[in-house]
């Protein structure tokens, strides 16, 4: 007679439970070491090929006429790139010039023009000249101011015509001094025409 033999398997209640919580934390891990092993192979070879391109471009040098005829015995003329240090650039040197106000010509009222500008000097033997003959600067851009109609000076393009002709009145020679100064710019810092 058979016997049948009842398998001896646990019940499942005395199983151990497999907790998905562990899996759910592992997943975001790995995928963040692998896009962490990616981003440093790209930094690491980014690095790598800029490097190597750096390393030789100082060394290489451009040859000028290539393909020319030359004549005999002549050497190949070479272009040798600019050393790649900025150059020193000056510091600015700005003379302020007092405000003034003055009447401006209008046909049907009087019209005032007030104006306080800084002038804009190329070097420092410039700066000295223009202070020691500050009346004649100032008589210059008051003549030239006075001489404006308010409807030229009311305009952008007017104010930079203004701007131009009081670099070229302030450049002139003073009286026994025979070579100029060397105005480069007029900053208006204001600017009022009532």
């Not at 003549?143 to 104010?159: D, F, H, M, R, Y």
């Amino acid at each position: 007679m058979a016997t049948s033999k009842t398998p001896t398997m646990p019940s499942r209640s005395t199983l151990p439970v497999r907790s998905g919580s562990a899996s759910r934390l592992l997943r975001p891990i790995i995928g963040l070491l692998v896009l962490l092993i990616v981003a440093g192979a790209s930094v690491a070879t980014t690095w790598m090929i800029t490097t190597r391109s750096q390393r030789q471009q100082p060394n290489s040098a451009v040859q000028i006429n290539v393909g020319q005829a030359q004549q005999p015995g002549a050497t190949p003329t070479t272009f040798v790139p600019p050393p790649t240090a900025p150059a020193a650039v000056p510091a600015p040197i700005f003379i302020p010039i007092e405000p003034f106000t003055v009447s401006v010509q209008s046909a049907n009222t009087e019209r005032m023009l007030h104006v306080a500008l800084t002038l804009r000097v190329s070097d420092e033997q410039t700066r000295q000249r223009i202070e020691k003959y500050m009346p004649e600067v100032r008589s210059r851009i008051l003549l030239l101011a006075s001489s404006q109609t308010p409807e030229s000076v009311q305009t952008p393009q007017g104010k930079v015509d203004l701007a131009n002709a009081i670099v070229k009145a302030v450049n002139k020679p003073f009286t026994p001094i025979p070579d100029g100064q060397y105005v480069t710019d007029v900053l208006f810092t204001a600017f009022v025409v009532q």
